[in-house]
């Protein structure tokens, strides 16, 4: 099912030193989130969770 309204979102994360591990947390949270989406737009959207250098990109 597509989205009608072509809406994106997407979350970046800068990676540094001091929020390395809250950045492992937030993956297992961005899991949930992504799911919860989901559910709310009735789709099942090609998703990706990907690190570009110390950028962490999430986008649906």
Known sequence: MENPLNNQLKITFVEQESNKQLLKNNQEELKYLQKYFEYLTLSN???TLTKD?????FEW
């Open 45 to 47: 959207y090609e998703n």
């Open 53 to 57: 250098s110390n950028i962490w990109s």
